[in-house]
């Protein structure tokens, strides 16, 4: 039992995790996220990777972070940390912005060396002096002292002494946040269930780091967050990626067609492949291709035969795919396609987010090559927009475009495990037997919304070919004639936007009858729902609303925003989704706001700059 001393009752609580690249951040932050989610709290997590592949030990590049909120109406990993823990005086430098004020400082005391000081910049020997540490705020842990002296005996040199410490740092936090130690222990013993010896090391860590911090309560208050209501099920702490790659899982058993994913390893998108590639057991086909177009025209030959096909990617990666999704659009065969947006151009900063693809996604392909575009809002939303991709795409013989990006692809929230009855059935768009009896074509279409059939090779009657010239509306035979191609990208583009017809219109939250509203897409739905919950709370009435589906957009899209004074999109690129609705809305000013830092919003400047476009009164009349 915790000591009643010093508890501070919250609702939710942001925590920071920095060292270098090796000192496994990443991990000590996960294993607390999942643990958290298993006692009812609700998580948002920000892993945030170095761009170099590993600095040098100790710099300030190649630090390390990992950020977690935890508790009750959590959306985002938080703006500030309540809590720091810095392995190292370079983590300590680069991450004490991201410290609220009144915030809490753990830091390793024994790497405050001379060598250390000096590779991270100091021009004193007190760090704490330098970056102006209240010192009542910094607790000062000899971690490495303690590691030694747990672990002595244990026949570990230093080196894989050193391994562990992510593991004190990680037990001292689960006092201060009142973690069963147990639960740790429990996610250890499966990580290194192969290691015996490993395991026994690490838990042995960990407790002497819950043992410390209960020892010097005194000197720290302990946090109490309060637990979440929510339905009962199983809960998991999942990652965006993992839950696209089960997403598409669940979308295969509910069309009936064996999933396939032809992919090239690209960050922040690789693990999809990963996650796949493990799932034989489910009859799933994972191939790692030579390159980029070996990824989509692989998936391509497996929708011709007949599967769920999926190709997964980042923004360089649907570069060099665009000729064969193009394949895909003028075949008209289903193919999902995954871009987890990144920083670019080109190689840019490949572990960092951006929303910088969506015009490449709508319109980056030769020709009048219309496909659906959806984006998931967060890491678990990644789960239903990968399965309903993967549902548009069959029942509407399209290639599907998923955007994501690497903040919600690498962060992960608890997340319920569904059940199979929560999802609805698939129905691939088969051409049928009384079909084939007629004289079937391989163009023929739905009359209602202009969707041709899918003909499995080795129907019996349904041998055809299909490729990248343009067939005859009528006889499906490979056709030249002008008038003829018109109609065929006509029907092609109707296709496309009957889509409509089954998705979900446009619904404002909070207060919908405002003057203003606020508009995003993607990922950054956490931090604008926040910013707007926060302003309605305040005292500023304000309609929010995430997109979800761009092309085509909800059908009543148009009409629901010609009623606001002000419209207002937040996104992380220089303004595309602005633009692209400003082409739908002549007339109708679009207000923007912006960033391209490689990094997501923080809730408080859109809160900011939302009040700023207001008080400048812009917008038109209704």
């Not at 690249?21 to 945030?48: C, H, K, Y």
Request: with cysteine; proline share 6%; glycine share 8%.
């Amino acid at each position: 039992m915790l000591q009643e001393t010093n508890v501070k009752n919250v609702d939710k609580v942001v925590i920071r995790f920095a060292g270098d690249s090796g000192d496994g951040m990443q991990l000590a932050g996960n294993i607390f996220s999942n643990v958290s989610a298993g006692e009812g709290n609700q998580i948002s997590t920000f892993p945030d990777y170095p761009a170099e592949i590993r600095a040098p030990q100790g710099s300030l590049s190649g630090v390390s972070g990992f950020q977690v909120s935890v508790g009750r109406d959590v959306h985002t990993p938080g703006d500030r940390a309540d809590v720091l823990v810095a392995m190292n005086p370079a983590a300590l430098k680069t991450n004490l912005r991201h410290l609220r004020p009144d915030g809490i400082v753990m830091c390793d005391a024994d790497s405050f060396t001379p060598a250390n000081l000096r590779k991270a910049e100091y021009t004193s020997d007190d760090p704490v002096e330098e970056l102006g540490i209240d010192p009542r705020h910094i607790l000062l842990v000899p971690m490495s002292t303690l590691l030694k002296a747990t672990l002595e005996g244990s026949g570990l040199d230093q080196k894989a002494m050193m391994k562990c410490k992510n593991m004190l740092a990680l037990g001292l936090i689960c006092y201060i946040f009142d973690r069963p130690v147990e639960a740790v222990l429990n996610k250890l013993k499966k990580k290194f269930a192969k290691k015996p010896a490993v395991y026994e090391a690490n838990a042995k860590v960990v407790q002497a780091g819950h043992d410390y911090a209960a020892n010097t309560h005194s000197s720290m208050p302990v946090y109490r967050i309060e637990t979440a209501t929510s339905r009962p099920g199983t809960y998991i702490d999942v990652t965006g990626n993992t839950a696209t790659a089960w997403g598409l899982i669940m979308a295969s058993e509910k069309s009936g067609r064996p999933l396939f994913l032809g992919s090239y390893p690209i960050t922040p998108a690789t693990d999809i492949l990963h996650e796949l590639a493990k799932r034989k057991d489910l009859g799933v086909k994972a191939i790692q291709m030579e390159d980029e177009i070996a990824g989509v025209c692989s998936a391509i030959g497996a929708s011709y035969a007949g599967h769920l096909a999926v190709t997964s990617t980042s923004g360089p990666g649907l570069s060099l795919k665009s000729e064969g999704i193009g394949l895909a659009v003028m075949a008209e065969l289903p193919l999902v396609v995954i871009d987890v947006q990144r920083g670019g151009p080109s190689t840019g900063l490949p572990t960092k987010t951006e929303q910088t693809d969506l015009m490449q996604a709508l319109y980056g392909r030769n020709g009048e090559s219309p496909l659906c575009v959806l984006a998931a809002a967060s890491p678990t939303d990644c789960f239903d927009m990968a399965f309903t991709a993967a549902k548009i795409a069959v029942e509407h013989m399209t290639p599907v475009i998923l955007l994501t990006d690497a903040f919600i692809a690498n962060g992960s929230s608890a997340w319920r495990v569904p059940e199979e009855a929560d999802y609805p059935e698939i129905h691939p768009h088969l051409v049928s037997g009384d079909q084939l009896e007629n004289g079937w074509k391989p163009f023929d279409r739905d009359p209602e919304n202009f969707v041709r059939y899918w003909a499995i090779p080795g129907t019996e009657n349904a041998m055809h070919r299909v490729g990248g010239l343009e067939k005859d509306f009528t006889t499906s035979v490979i056709s030249t004639d002008g008038a003829n191609h018109e109609r065929m990208v006509e029907a092609r583009r109707r296709k496309i936007a009957a889509i409509a017809k089954d998705i979900p219109l446009m619904e404002p939250l909070l207060d919908a009858e405002a003057d203003t509203i606020l508009l995003g897409w993607g990922g950054t739905y956490g931090h604008l729902l926040t910013a707007a919950t926060e302003l309605n709370r305040e005292g500023t009435p304000l309609a929010f609303f995430q997109f979800r589906y761009i092309n085509p957009l909800p059908a009543n899209t148009l009409e629901c925003l010609k009623k606001y004074k002000r419209i207002i999109v937040a996104e992380l690129n220089t303004g595309m989704f602005a633009d692209y609705l400003q082409m739908q809305l002549p007339g109708k000013e679009i207000l923007r706001i912006n960033k391209v830092e490689g990094q997501p919003f923080f809730v408080k400047e859109v809160k900011e700059k939302i009040i700023d476009l207001i008080n400048n009164d812009h917008g038109n009349q209704r």
